[in-house]
């Protein structure tokens, strides 16, 4: 089969001809027919996150496609089934952390010893074809498509388990910092639960798309927000905490701020009391990532319904390496994802 492969750190990528897996007891092999490409996998590329250990390095781990075989004793899928499977799929059972018996959530990627990762400790989705435990799939709603499906295994689920973790009332005002891959997803859904939505972005090229996504209004940092009224619950989907902090100065007493992205080089660093007296606003900052089976079905529904759509760009696999510069160079409005 032909996969996406990185020969090395800060290499290249390129297709190859590797070997097709097989299923084995409790697995199944899924033809995957789109896969995401995250920006994560251009961290991983360059270094500045682990490298993937499975050899050869096949990343992407925003897969779906279709169930053509099934190993011994799986009776929880067959072919023909529409599956995805996420960033995290399992974790090592034995840990301080997996013996407390959490559900298999993007926690196990830092808490647990060994966690299943897909396209780091396993191979990835950019491939035509990928082997996961039955278990580890989720099956995909009817009508999405994989081109769409993909990209809300790993950003919209994303997006969505910030927002619930902000868990906003019914009279709250949300704000979304960094409409990119995650942030255009947050923006839809936090529209789509019915909260009053402000966008965060330094873009001026971005305002009126955010707004066609349902944004009521569009400010520059967090003191635009402020004067905007302010905001209960503050998503910062972007890679830099330096802007997540700078937008504190717009979170209301009592808001929460949730981190929901990965920044490589740069610490969350409150800003000082005599700037803004977080102690005394009884604010919070509540760190997110991938919550949970249930709330990547919830996520999955939402898309299904059409309330919330991802905006994507599609590259056959052979245009891979094309692609990794496109999101590298942060030139792919907002999601790539591979086509094979």
Not at 222 to 239: F, H, I, K
Not at 280 to 299: F, Y
């Amino acid at each position: 089969m032909r996969a996406a492969v990185i020969p090395d750190v800060a290499s290249r990528w390129r297709v190859d001809e590797v070997p097709v897996p097989e299923p084995g007891p409790g697995e199944v092999l899924v033809r995957v027919r789109a896969s995401g490409l995250c920006v994560n996998d251009v961290l991983a590329t360059a270094g500045a996150i682990p490298f993937p250990s499975v050899r050869p390095a096949v990343t992407g781990h925003e897969p779906a496609g279709e169930v053509v075989a099934a190993g011994p004793g799986v009776t929880s899928r067959r072919a023909g089934d529409r599956v995805g499977t996420t960033w995290v799929r399992g974790a090592c059972g034995r840990c301080g952390h997996c013996r407390g018996g959490p559900p298999v959530t993007g926690r196990a990627a830092f808490a647990c010893a060994a966690p299943v990762t897909t396209g780091f400790s396993v191979q990835g989705g950019h491939a035509e074809y990928l082997v996961a435990g039955a278990g580890e799939t989720v099956l995909l709603p009817d009508g999405l498509a994989f081109e769409l499906a993909a990209p809300m295994l790993c950003s919209g689920y994303t997006a969505w388990s910030a927002l619930r973790a902000g868990e906003p009332a019914p009279h709250e005002r949300v704000a979304v910092l960094g409409i990119g891959g995650v942030g255009h997803l947050a923006v839809q859904f936090a529209r789509a639960c019915g909260f009053e939505t402000i966008a965060v972005t330094r873009s001026p090229d971005k305002h009126g798309l955010v707004r066609r996504l349902g944004a009521d209004e569009v400010v520059a940092d967090g003191a635009g927000l402020r004067e905007a009224g302010g905001a209960d619950v503050l998503l910062a989907t972007g890679s830099s905490y330096p802007a997540a902090a700078e937008a504190l100065a717009g979170l209301r007493p009592g808001g929460r701020l949730v981190l929901a992205g990965i920044d490589p080089s740069e610490p969350f660093t409150i800003p000082a009391a005599t700037t803004l007296p977080f102690f005394g606003l009884g604010q919070r900052v509540i760190g997110a990532t991938h919550g949970g089976p249930q709330v990547l079905h919830e996520a999955l529904g939402l898309a299904a319904a059409g309330k919330v759509t991802p905006m994507v760009e599609t590259f056959p696999l052979k245009e891979v390496a094309e692609a990794f510069d496109r999101v590298a160079s942060g030139d792919v409005r907002f999601r790539a994802v591979i086509t094979c």
